[in-house]
T-cell receptor
């Protein structure tokens, strides 16, 4: 079975500080991993995804994530937070052989202080 | 990038009435669409998987007679909440899988969501 754990339902950082949102997964087969961002009253926007190949994945808005198989992690980072990064972030996992079915974490609310 | 739209963006209805929500893929064909429900401050809960031209597959615990899903074309899926009650009030989000990319590395594109309030 697949599951996703996002450590910390709320993360607060100052503008310009490092952003680190944690995601651990469990999967019986090599997973495909995703990070989505959701702004208030909006749908989800794909930030980045890992399928195969390079384990460090770069996404939009300066975010990146690294797939670490040994740690079953896919943490999301951004070197310097911006006020516009304040949103809800969801980590999701999909089995490689399963078309479309995503399993979401509970989400992490990112607050950015001026 | 791929765009998915939902209509309406918000709806308020009386208890006992039915509400239809549309999900459209605007610039790609979607053989598979997904319907999610999201409660405040919570994650997305998959309700059902909708395949074009066939019956939807519902997740355990989701009433198929209450949440009717139709996927009549490669660009449109609809969710009808029948005999809505206040407990059905929620944020409903659809997503669509791009049939062109295919394979297991496909990406889901999400709609902006529909806020349903049942009085």
């Amino acid at each position: 079975a697949q599951s996703v754990t996002q450590l910390g339902s709320h993360v607060s950082v100052s503008e310009g500080a490092l952003v680190l949102l944690r995601c651990n997964y469990s999967s019986s087969v090599p997973p495909y991993l995703f990070w989505y961002v959701q702004y208030p009253n909006q749908g989800l926007q794909l930030l980045l995804k890992y399928t195969t190949g390079a384990t460090l994945v770069k996404g939009i808005n300066g975010f990146e994530a690294e797939f670490k198989k040994s740690e079953t992690s896919f943490h999301l980072t951004k070197p310097s937070a911006h006020m516009s990064d304040a949103a809800e972030y969801f980590c999701a996992v999909k089995r490689g052989s399963t078309l479309g079915r995503l399993y979401f974490g509970r989400g992490t609310q990112l607050t950015v202080w001026p | 990038g791929a765009v998915v739209s939902q209509h309406p963006s918000w709806v308020i209805c009386k208890s006992g009435t039915s509400v239809k929500i549309e999900c459209r893929s605007l610039d790609f064909q979607a053989t598979t669409m997904f319907w999610y429900r999201q409660f405040p401050k919570q994650s997305l809960m998959l309700m059902a998987t909708s395949n074009e031209g066939s019956k939807a597959t519902y997740e355990q615990g989701v009433e198929k007679d209450k949440f009717l899903i139709n996927h009549a074309s490669l660009t449109l899926s609809t969710l009808t909440v029948t005999s809505a009650h206040p407990e059905d009030s929620s944020f409903y989000i659809c997503s669509a899988r791009d049939a062109q990319t295919g394979g297991s590395t496909d990406t889901q594109y999400f709609g902006p969501g529909t806020r349903l309030t049942v009085l």
